[in-house]
């Protein structure tokens, strides 16, 4: 099987349809696809450089798409800045340089409310409920925390505004088996509160099998789209992304 096309609910809280364009040069997504409903968790996989962030970055408003649409809550918001899309309800947590390392775990909260201007205090405390050891650590240069705490903060300065949709980039990139089975639990958690999540994850198995709908992408366009479960189960899935 190879590319196909995707039919999205249209009900979808976050829709990019058929999304093509990539950095100015030669296109990187391919009228790709990717969707989340809301309170579920949407995953994408897929290997090495096959445009997962690309896929992100471009329903988030940092690349210009050729073709192909963004629609939030139904609107089109496809030439919409990415600020304008915090505005409207998205947050996002991009795969690498994610937070102030040289902030203040409680800086780097305050600097993920910077389009607020009611009383934050109540969504740091929920953060801090999310994530405790950030309370513990709040004085300290987020720099100096280990992976995984860091990862924390970035995902809790993403919740600062209050988001209905959270975008995440590899939240478990480089941290220990464990701290990853932490931090799905805090992003089901997440999703329990009401907030959709679209994710990339390179923990395919683990990943797909917390997601309601998963996406298997390959050189910028949809290969497998189905729900987590059924990528678990199937064989040719299995054989070519999971490790068989
Ligand atoms: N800023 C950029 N400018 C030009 N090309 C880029 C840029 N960022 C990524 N690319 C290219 O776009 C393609 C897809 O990259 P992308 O980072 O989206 O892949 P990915 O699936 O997220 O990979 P990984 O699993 O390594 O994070 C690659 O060929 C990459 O070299
Ligand atoms: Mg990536």
Redesign the pocket.
């Known amino acids: 099987m190879s590319e196909h096309p995707v039919t999205p609910n249209p009900d979808a809280v976050l829709i990019g349809e058929g999304m093509t364009g ?2 100015g ?1 030669a296109d ?1 997504l391919h009228n790709c696809t990717i969707a989340v409903n809301k309170g579920e968790i949407a995953v994408i996989v ?1 290997p ?8 992100m970055k471009a329903v988030f408003g940092m690349l210009n798409l050729r073709e192909g649409q963004v629609r939030l809550d139904g609107k089109d918001i496809t030439g919409l800045t990415p600020q304008a899309r915090v505005g409207m309800g998205m947050g996002f947590v991009p ?1 690498t340089r994610n937070i102030f390392p040289s902030m203040s775990v409680e800086e780097n909260l305050e600097m993920g409310a910077f389009i607020r201007h009611d009383d934050i205090r109540t969504t740091m405390e929920q953060v801090y409920h999310l994530f405790p050891i950030l309370k513990d650590k709040r004085r300290q240069a987020a720099g100096e925390l280990s992976g995984g705490q860091r990862q924390q903060v970035a995902v809790g300065r993403a919740l600062m505004t209050k988001p209905s949709v959270l975008m995440l980039d ?1 939240p478990t990139a480089g941290v220990s088996p464990i701290v990853m089975d932490e931090l799905f639990d805090r992003i089901i958690e997440i999703a329990r509160t009401g907030i959709s999540i679209l994710m ?1 994850e ?1 923990n395919a198995r683990q990943a797909l099998a917390i997601a309601h709908k998963g996406y298997v ?1 390959v050189q910028g366009a949809n290969r497998y789209t189905d729900t987590g479960q059924a990528l678990l189960a199937d064989p040719e899935v299995r054989r070519s992304f999971l490790g068989g």
């Open positions: 990539g950095y040069g990187i897929g090495n450089g096959a445009g997962k962030s690309t896929a795969q590899e990339v390179q992408l």
